[in-house]
């Protein structure tokens, strides 16, 4: 990819081809399509914050590698600007997330600790293999680190998932979903944070 930002140097073996990556994104992008499906339709069913969190999470990463697919190869600033646009909807999904814990606190609703243990698994499997393909990728531009960050916080995230369902079902009450649903929400924020000032750099740079 550097080769569209400066001119083309002998490759190397620490930096995978853009070929590999693209071909890593495409699969990151069904998978969590995939699972996007399956957690909106469990976390509505379960009435849980933390699996809608979850799925909405999914939902926005497949967007994103949806994006980075469309700006690999282009201008670093190109892909700086598209970095800028994921942080953006990284942030707004944080602000959601503790909107909505806020909102089923006030409520008292309680989620079903068997279904968040079930899918929490499921997901948690998939975002391992998705991990994996992109861990190659995760020191490069902010269009990549952004998407290594969002990866690596929903491997984190389903083992808090699963960790809530546990508290769940040992409490009798929501608030250990809540939690976990607060925790993923700032995730998302440092990570916006995080991609934005790696994005503004490199668009002051070129």
């Not at 909107?99 to 068997?114: K, Q, T």
Request: hydrophobic fraction near 55%; proline fraction near 4%; aromatic fraction near 8%.
């Amino acid at each position: 990819m550097s080769a569209h930002c400066c001119p083309p140097s002998a490759p190397q073996p620490n930096h995978p081809q853009p070929q590999n990556y693209r071909r890593a994104l495409w699969i990151a992008l069904l998978v969590n399509f995939a699972m996007f499906i399956v957690e909106i339709a469990s976390g509505l069913h379960a009435n849980s914050v933390s699996l809608l969190a979850d799925s909405l999470d999914f939902f926005g990463d497949a967007a994103n590698y949806g994006l980075s697919l469309w700006v690999l190869g282009m201008h670093l600033s190109i892909r700086a600007k598209a970095s800028l646009v994921k942080a953006i909807s990284m942030a707004i999904f944080g602000l959601w997330i503790l909107g909505s814990a806020l909102s089923h606190l006030l409520s008292g609703v309680i989620p079903a600790p068997e279904t968040m243990s079930m899918i929490g698994v499921l997901a948690l499997l998939a975002n391992l293999g998705v991990t994996w393909l992109l861990y190659a990728y995760r020191d490069g531009d902010s269009n990549m680190r952004s998407v290594w960050l969002c990866t690596r916080n929903d491997a984190i995230g389903n083992v808090a998932v699963i960790l809530a369902a546990l508290g769940v079902f040992g409490t009798g009450s929501a608030w250990p979903d809540l939690l976990v649903a607060t925790i993923m929400a700032s995730l998302a924020l440092h990570a916006a944070w995080q991609v934005i000032i790696q994005a503004r750099v490199e668009l002051k740079t070129h």
